[in-house]
């Protein structure tokens, strides 16, 4: 695996590779690899000649400097981990001033009511974070395809509206959740749970799946109230629980729509967690 850590090589190498007519695949993460983040290379190998991954944990997206502070960073066990599946052919580590030179002006988008609801509105300039490092590293990377996670639903909603805003020539691949085989979530933050906190942490899945089995005999609004019940008699605290049209991401309160998806955001201990599930 080729490690690069400077963005004029990496421009080299990829405008190399593509003109011999190579496809580029594109896994942007923030590190602290798991198999989640895997599940997305080995989607970007088996459909793309060269693959690359972005290891870089961005500053601009943390609303809350300690969550920034705490955050793992464990590049050379990230390496080790990308080996075990065959690796890729490109890490990407850049640091911050790579990312952000001096002369690197960055003019926020409206996001419009995506950027106010659930994540936005609970992490107030998190969206506009994300939105500049994913358009950075698309610069950069200048790929063909590029692999997210349904794991951050309304991270993805917000990257396609990116990619249409800019009309970058592109494609978005959304890729299902990894669970452990208890059902939480795969997660780099929970490596800051305890033993006993990914016990306990269970019951956001656990609520999701109860919720699923509940749509036929309950409205949202009422499955709301039901699941925030169960999450808080667990002892996590909920930030919110959202039931939404997974096209507009409007909270739906009487009435089903087709794969109404719900988000859950819940504290175990100081660790936020976030999950999701399509409901019908
Ligand atoms: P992160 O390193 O947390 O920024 O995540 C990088 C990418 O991996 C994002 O597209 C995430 O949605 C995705 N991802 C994180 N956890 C999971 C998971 N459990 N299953 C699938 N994708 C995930």
Known sequence: MKIIENASDLAKVISDLRAEGKTVGFVPTMGALHEGHLSLVKRSKESNDVTVISIFVNPTQFNNADDLKKYPRTLEADCTLLETIGGVDIVFAPNVDTMYPADYNYIPIDLGTMDQVMEGKFRPGHFQGVVQVVKRLFDLVNPHNAYFGQKD?????????????????????????????????????NARLSEDEKQEALIISQTLYGMMERVDTKTPKELVIWG?????????????????????????????????????????????????????
Request: proline share 4%; with cysteine; charged share 20%.
């Open 228 to 280: 925030t019940d169960q999450i808080k008699n667990a002892g996590l605290e909920v930030e919110y629980i959202e039931i939404v049209n997974p096209n507009t991401l409007e909270s739906l309160t009487d009435e089903w729509v087709p794969s109404t998806v719900c988000c859950v955001t819940a504290y175990c201990g100081d660790v936020r967690l976030i999950d999701n599930m399509v409901l019908n």
């Open 153 to 189: 639903f309304q991270q993805v909603a917000v990257i396609r509206f990116m990619v249409n805003h800019f009309n970058l020539p592109l494609n978005i691949v959304s890729c299902p959740i990894i669970r452990s085989e208890e059902g939480l979530a795969l997660s780099s933050r």
